[in-house]
């Protein structure tokens, strides 16, 4: 993984920007100017470790650059379909990028599949190209504003680089807040910075120094039928075959490569998989000293089972304590899901032995896998909208008072961006599901996870995200992946018999913090409030 | 039957190349025949480029049409012939080598036109 940066103004501070996101890149960084376009990078070393494979890389007659952070995975097609014009002179995915570009344009982007986010600057036409992956596993952030434009992967390293005058609080966005627990997409904490969309292509054209582009370039067709139609062992093979062929290509690096275990299903797929293709695989978990909330000895359990070297830490409230005022420092605007507390400790704990840790991320979301789920089903076919939001955020009872502080007019809808993935026409599982992996899954999840794992250079792969999975699980009608009604029905269909039933039929708990290790923001009652009073204080008189 | 039907896709796309050359586009010619919700059926490759052409534009896509299947794309509602339909002023075949038979098929279950591509190009 690495870092990004970049803009079209001169007297902008690009060195500092790159600096402040070096723990994406630790391994080197690089400032260059083309044509009035400047373009930062900074590496972590994953594949083809050497020098040649440092960017920005440039095409050979020097007229077109990239700088790009993230994976591309299955590319070896593409690239033996490149080779006979191009001579490849590294074995980095970020070459058959470039070269992809050159020779498909733009539209290359429908060849890869991966997590990235990417800058490609074309001489010849003058335009900056902009990329994120399908899902939104790696970020990319972006300001305009009269002419001027800069990008980077982190919002710290946009705030380095602008002048302050450029750096306004959307006090809108942060009443949006309240009601997620993060500034919801395409908004930031500023008013002019904004985040790239998942699958979004942006094209800035230097010369008329204007956006010309700024739209989605994949789109998922979503499967709203009901009833069975494919046999249950049918869908339990096809996923198992997608699955293993996908970790196959993830486990591609050139660095020590673990998992991360919680003990539930999804992670321990990914591990079980793993383990299947690479049997010298180390495991990483955390648990907690309050036995609820620990499942540590599950996966404990499973490791020896299946004889996969397991590296643990029991956490304490003492622990956390430490780095509790930390996800200001992660996030770089008001974020309010404590999960990425365990997430940064677990990192850290795998950084003293890999660079690389598969994940089960994506699973709850793509095979229907949240209690609530439930709940919302139980409010009928067509429940009331605000109903179903707040099994998300209550907001808390403060809310109207930050309303009238921030001017807020009184008829504003903060629920606007859930209303536009809420689909009633989706039977209530699939529209759950549908929401999710359009909201929570990348403003919260994949967020929460990046953050925290760059914190420690470390790179996390998302298997469940491919494009082939996703699209699978997306095609499949509600009673096929809920399977006898059951949550994950498909995926667990697909390994039972190989992985024990405690973990595939045991209650769920991922990396859930005890409430207590909070209690002083839980005394706002809700801890988006909470959190936004403890470490954002000085928003609060935002105007 | 294959060769025609691939034939009579890319006649259909070199003149639907040829009007984007002239500067014209499908929401114009729409909106030039007072044509401003409609419906696109099929939902291959034609039919998702015809849906990006009509993004943000004067003309509305209320849903899609398809023939075996039935849910969302780029949160638009995605039916099949035999659901309720809502009223749109056109459905636009996409799939313009069973245009005879799609048409024939929809004449009880529509009461707007259904029109192919193919004729909104060319008249173009």
Known sequence: MCGIAGGNHPGWHYEKAIASILHRGPDGKNVETYQGTTFAFCRLAVQDLSVHAMQPMSSPDNLVHIIYNGEIYGYQKLKDDLKNKYQFRTSSDTEVILYAYLEYGKEFIDKIDGIFAMAIYDE?????????????????????????????????????????????????????????????????LYKHIRKLRPAARLIFDTQEKR?????????????????????????????????????????????????????????????????????EVNAFTIGFQEAQFDESARADAFCRQQHISLTQQILSSKDVRQIRNDLSKWYDEPFADVSAYPTYMLSRLARTNCTVVLTGDGGDEL????????????????????KVYQQYAKPASSVEDYRIRWNIPKDYDPYWHFDQYYKEELPVFTRMRYMDLMTYLPESVLTKVDRASMAVSLEARVPF????????????????????????GCLKDAYKGRIPDEILYGIKMGFSVPDHYFWRERHECNMNAGILKAQWSHLEKAR | MKVNKFEMLFNLVERWLTLHEEGKTIPQILAGRG????????????????????????VTVLYMLDRARTGIYDGIPVKKAEEELPEVDAVIVT??????????????????????????????
């Open chain 2, 95 to 124: 799939a313009v080598y069973e245009y005879d038979e799609i048409e024939k098929m929809l004449a009880d279950r529509v009461s707007c036109p259904v029109i192919s591509l193919e004729e909104i190009l060319y008249e173009g």
């Open chain 2, 35 to 58: 044509i401003h919700t409609i419906s696109i059926y099929g939902l291959g490759k034609i039919g998702k480029h015809m849906l990006w052409e009509l993004r943000d534009r004067e």
């Open chain 1, 367 to 386: 095979f229907g896998g949240y209690a609530h789920y439930k709940t919302v089903a139980s409010f009928g076919n067509k429940p009331e909208k605000e």
């Open chain 1, 211 to 279: 956006i010309i582009e700024a739209d989605r370039y994949w789109n998922l067709f979503v499967n709203a039928s009901v009833g069975r139609k494919r046999k249950r062992e049918d869908v339990a093979e096809e996923l198992r075959g997608l699955i293993r062929q996908t970790v196959e290509e993830q486990l591609i690096a050139d660095v020590p490569v673990g998992t991360f275990l919680s003990g539930g299903v999804d992670s321990s797929v990914i591990t079980y998989v793993t383990k299947r293709l690479k049997p």
């Open chain 1, 465 to 488: 995200l491919a494009r082939r999975i996703v699209e699978f699980a997306f095609s499949l009608s509600q009673e096929e992946y809920l399977s006898d009604n059951e949550l994950k």
């Open chain 1, 124 to 188: 010849r036409v003058r335009k900056v190209y902009l990329f994120r992956d399908r899902i939104g596993v790696k970020p990319l952030y972006y300001y305009y504003k009269d002419g001027k434009f800069a990008f980077a992967s982190e919002l710290k390293a946009l705030t380095e680089m602008l002048d302050d005058s450029a750096l306004e609080i959307d006090t809108m966005a942060l009443y949006d807040y309240l009601f997620y627990q993060y500034v919801p997409e395409p908004k930031s």
